[in-house]
């Protein structure tokens, strides 16, 4: 045989494979296994075991894609805000909409948490942060005063005032450095007075933090509140008892708060009543608003006709400036005021306004109320179409402030805590009610 041919596989005979050692390939006869051995010994043969494996690893990739899908469309649903509807419900409120996540429902239930709070159309984690004197469920009478610029104080000596009424303690556009300061001090004293002429009444402050860096973040209506305390417009002295009461009625101090997101007198008037629904837990039976003699028809005949509150429950108390010619004023605020919103009802369909508000949010601050006030989300997020009827009279500069008293804008025509309207989304003249990126 040549040496360099390699000798042949030597023929063995193929053995049989023990899956249990302990069973010897002579040894017992299948039939001595036991019934448990007799299984396993099926499923181990070569054929089984891969299905079997396959079998495994199928339902592993099942198991995990189940589990996926309800990561993306079941689990978010229970942490997300509940429409006003399942909200509403007066045996449940929030924790009664979120019955199907245990994990949110869990750790509210103990002697801390009073059914009052359990039933709150508010998320637990704020409810539980809020300790309401019962009082302020008495309050119906919303009085506000819109912030116009922003009060710093003295700088040198914060308790000195002496110069309350000059610019040089305030956050001024040129405009305004005509004497506006001492206007505003006239709204604050004539909103304080109107106060305490009504026990149920509660005065905000409101405008958002306007003005750009190097100014503070400060908002117009914490420093309007600020110009209150330091005046002592608002004491925390007890007011006695009325007659046919047991309680006496809250002192000015606790009557009077900010809102402080505000970018326009729209949004001033809107936001207040959301305020007042978060300091009282309640919304107002009527509005007076303290501002500019000019601005009245602003407020009365399109803010007000917007939100749909009632004429005969709403007052305006206009104060100027103390100058003997105000005519650049009213036409200054029937070109750059009246007639914007008289053509855009809230301001979202006209480009002077919306800048208007891009500029005067330097700090990028969101307001909280959508959380607070679910049932006026809609009207937050109300943007209705160009005013077709009036599209045009901004080219006009031949008319008088005083010639649009009886012309009034849009209402919003969803339902609101202050009226009965029923409002159905699909209604074809609703095409356009709300934000674009709302309608989905």
Wanted: some cysteine; charged content about 25%; proline content about 7%.
């Amino acid at each position: 045989m040549p040496s360099n041919m390699l000798p042949l596989p030597s023929s063995t005979s193929r053995r049989n494979r023990n899956y249990f050692p302990s069973i010897s390939p002579g040894g017992s006869s299948i039939h001595n296994l036991t019934s448990s051995q007799q299984i396993l010994q099926t499923l181990r043969s070569r054929t089984r075991l891969t299905n079997l494996a396959v079998f495994l690893l199928i339902s592993c990739l099942f198991g995990s894609f189940i589990l996926n899908l309800n990561y993306l469309f079941i689990s978010p649903a229970q942490t997300t805000i509940p429409d006003s509807s399942s909200r509403s419900s007066s045996t449940g409120g929030w924790l009664n909409s979120q019955s199907k996540g245990n994990s949110i429902k869990e750790g509210w239930e103990d002697e801390l948490t009073s059914i009052e709070q359990m039933q709150s159309k508010l998320p637990l984690s704020i409810e539980t942060t809020l300790e309401r004197d019962k009082r302020f469920k008495e309050l119906n009478h919303l009085i506000m005063i819109p912030g116009h610029a922003i009060w710093l104080g003295n700088k040198n000596n914060e308790k000195d005032i002496s110069n309350i009424r000059e610019n040089g303690d305030w956050i001024l556009e040129s405009m305004q450095k005509s004497g506006s300061v001492k206007t505003y001090i006239k709204h604050i004293e004539k909103g304080v007075e109107e106060l305490k002429n009504d026990h149920q009444a509660l005065l905000i402050f409101s405008g958002g933090a306007t003005r750009p860096p190097p100014s503070p973040p400060l908002s117009e209506g914490l420093s309007y509140h600020n110009l209150a305390h330091a005046l002592d417009l608002l004491p925390s002295t007890p007011i006695p008892i009325e007659e046919g009461n047991q309680k006496p009625p809250l002192p000015l101090n606790l009557r009077a708060t900010t809102e402080e997101f505000a970018l326009d007198s729209y949004q001033n008037l809107l936001f207040s009543i959301a305020r007042f629904k978060e300091v009282t837990s309640r919304y107002p039976e009527k509005v007076t608003v303290v501002g500019y003699g000019m601005k009245r028809n602003r407020f009365v005949n399109l803010h007000r006709e917007a939100i749909g509150f009632p004429l005969e429950k709403f007052k305006y108390i206009g104060i100027n400036d103390d100058l003997k010619d105000l005519s650049k004023h009213y036409k200054g605020e029937l070109k750059f005021g009246f007639k914007p919103f008289l053509i855009s009802t809230t301001g979202c369909k006209s480009i002077l306004l919306k800048n208007k508000k891009l500029n005067r949010n330097p700090f990028k601050k969101v307001h909280p109320y959508h959380i607070s006030n679910p049932s006026l989300i809609n009207l937050f997020e109300w943007c209705p179409t160009i005013n077709e009827k009036y599209k045009n009279i901004d080219k006009s500069d031949q008319d008088n402030l005083e010639d649009y008293d009886n012309i009034f804008g849009l209402t919003f025509n969803g339902p609101l805590p202050w009226n009965n309207v029923s409002y159905n989304p699909k209604d074809s003249n609703n095409d356009e009610i709300t934000w674009s990126r709302e309608r989905d």
